[in-house]
């Protein structure tokens, strides 16, 4: 007897407790304004349909995904979440800030996405539709998260040093954690495995791809002849030529690491996030490129008149 009503004692906290489960679910999506629920009848086209905007969220999320705009569209993610956050939180003041400044979002992300809107649009203007969604995935077979090897770095020291030994202009992009498919896409591709002769020979004088920058991605030539975004910073010295402007430009827009063979003295210089450090040995730039943090003996003269030890 008592077991029965120990058994039965339990039954009615399990009750309760699935009770109060399903109205704290009813809550839930009370609050997020869902009331009726009603179990959906889903057909063949409801399938299709469901299909294809995976199909095309997929194509997208990996076009961005090979430009400039991937930082921004994980910062719209971010605030996004952030959003649902604080509309689960009730925390009134910023879902008021959110809401009031949701109609200028959009514009701002209109206007951040311009390049990568208008690249869409001309191509299914010109009646490519078919070509570019199934081109917006298309990535490396090594991947995009390989980082620069020895071997590669080597290559591309030897080839520096003996272009500015005769004084050949080269302009090499080495890509980071920012893609560079936009600024790829300028350029005729290649594909090739990095190497001190094949460099030499692409930016050698009067040749079809010396003029332009080498895109180089996880450790191959990935394109030539790329065009580079100038900077428009007014500080830069006027001995600096459109192969330097274009250098700290293109480091300005990404994470990339850019080596510039000057073409009138030969000297080599880098430039990393916005700031061009001239003259620099075969040693330091293997140190910079390599990630090293000692320091070299021979100081770097920045082009904003700094100095780094």
């Known amino acids: 007897m008592l077991f029965h009503i120990l058994i039965e004692h339990k039954n009615i906290e399990t009750s309760d407790r699935v009770k109060g489960l399903m109205e704290w679910i009813k809550g839930f999506f009370g609050d997020l304004g869902i009331t009726n629920f009603m179990r959906p009848t889903v057909g063949f086209f409801d399938v299709l349909d469901i299909l294809i905007v995976a199909y095309l969220i997929y194509k997208i999320v990996f076009w961005i995904k090979e430009t400039r705009a991937w930082a921004l569209f994980k910062g719209i993610l971010v605030i996004f ?18 809401t009031n400044t ?14 990568e809107l208008r690249k869409a649009l001309e191509e299914l203007g010109k009646g490519n539709a078919f070509f570019f969604f199934s081109n917006l995935g298309k ?9 620069v090897a020895t071997r590669t770095i080597d290559e591309i020291l030897k080839a ?17 954690d920012v893609p560079l498919g936009d600024l790829e896409r300028t350029g005729i591709p290649i594909d090739a495995i990095v190497s001190s002769q094949l460099l030499i020979n692409i930016f050698e004088h009067n040749t079809p791809l010396h003029d332009g920058a080498v ?11 790329c065009f580079l975004p100038l900077t428009e910073s007014n500080d830069i010295s006027m ?13 300005e827009v990404s994470d990339a690491y850019v080596i510039v063979v000057s073409e009138e003295t030969g000297a080599i210089s880098m430039a990393q996030g916005g700031t061009l450090y001239r003259d620099v040995t075969v040693d330091s730039l293997r140190k ?5 943090k000692k320091s070299t003996k021979r100081k770097l003269v920045l082009w904003k008149g700094r100095q780094t030890k």
């Open 81 to 98: 979440a952030f959003a649902a956050i604080s509309a689960l939180l009730h925390l009134n003041t910023i879902m008021w800030i959110l």
């Open 102 to 115: 949701i109609s200028v979002g959009i514009i701002a992300v209109i206007v951040v996405f311009q390049p």
């Open 139 to 147: 990535m490396d077979s090594d991947g995009n998260n390989e980082k």
């Open 160 to 176: 520096a040093d003996k272009m500015a030994a005769v004084k050949t202009g080269a302009l090499i992009l080495l890509e980071q």
């Open 215 to 225: 895109i180089i991605r996880n450790n191959r030539v990935a394109a030539a002849t």
């Open 239 to 251: 001995e600096l030529g459109t192969r330097h402007r274009a250098a700290i430009g293109a480091s």
């Open 288 to 292: 910079m490129l390599s990630g090293s």
